[in-house]
T-cell receptor, first 110, second 115 residues
């Protein structure tokens, strides 16, 4: 059973629209959440991290975290075609190892 | 940005053959990881290391060995390659320091095909 579950599997949004991606962990030992972005044919790169309850904003990207429900979400406003990528959610357990979800494939259509 | 170099970029192997994937990082990070990526599975952890001489099993270690002879180098070894090990393999490094919250820096990946 995967420790990190992401939804939806794929998402299509129009250019300029809002993309919302979800991630939940089934491991109560999870502490921190990360979002990585992977463009097609490239390696994953860290996008944002969140460790405390609440919201964190960086430019067009906003991350929410609810530690009680072990749920995090990533929101991309004013989506651009260059945002098209696989978005991977990751979480640390008390084994200090990072576990990744299966990802959400985002396509932003011009 | 941290530099992680993997070799080879592409590899075709025969069933039953031995395959070694190499990874080198130049940022003096303590932790190194091997993941494989398959469609629908995201990144799955195979082996990891906290420093030279140490290797630990991840979620899917069967059929793989790892070696960390130095701070900079971390290898993944497939002693008897099977077609089910056809995948894209990523190496990553990170330095958690005193915290478990570290950013991972990934290499460019190795595409392995086992025929």
């Amino acid at each position: 059973q995967q420790k990190v579950q992401q939804s939806p599997e794929s998402l299509i949004v129009p250019e300029g629209g809002m993309a919302s991606l979800n991630c939940t962990s089934s491991d109560r030992n999870v502490d921190y959440f990360w979002w990585y972005r992977q463009h097609s044919g490239k390696s994953p790169k860290m996008l944002m991290s969140i460790f405390s309850n609440g919201e964190k904003e960086e430019g067009r990207f906003t991350v929410h975290l609810n530690k009680a429900s072990l749920h995090t979400s990533l929101h991309i406003r004013d989506s651009q075609p260059s945002d098209s990528a696989l978005y991977l959610c990751a979480a640390y357990s008390n084994y200090n190892v990072l576990y990744f979800g299966s990802g959400t494939k985002l396509t932003v259509e011009p | 940005e941290a530099a992680v170099t993997q070799s080879p970029r592409n590899k075709v192997a025969v069933t039953g053959g031995k395959v070694t994937l190499s990874c080198n990082q130049t940022n003096n990070h303590n932790n190194m990881y091997w993941y494989r990526q398959d469609t629908g599975h995201g990144l799955r952890l195979i082996h990891y290391s906290y420093g030279a001489g140490s290797t630990e099993k991840g979620d899917i270690p069967d059929g793989y060995k790892a070696s960390r002879p130095s701070q900079e180098n971390f290898s993944l070894i497939l002693e008897l390659a099977t077609p089910s090990q056809t995948s894209v393999y990523f190496c990553a490094s990170g330095d958690a320091g005193t915290s478990s919250a570290e950013t991972l820096y990934f290499g460019s990946g190795t595409r392995l095909t086992v025929l």
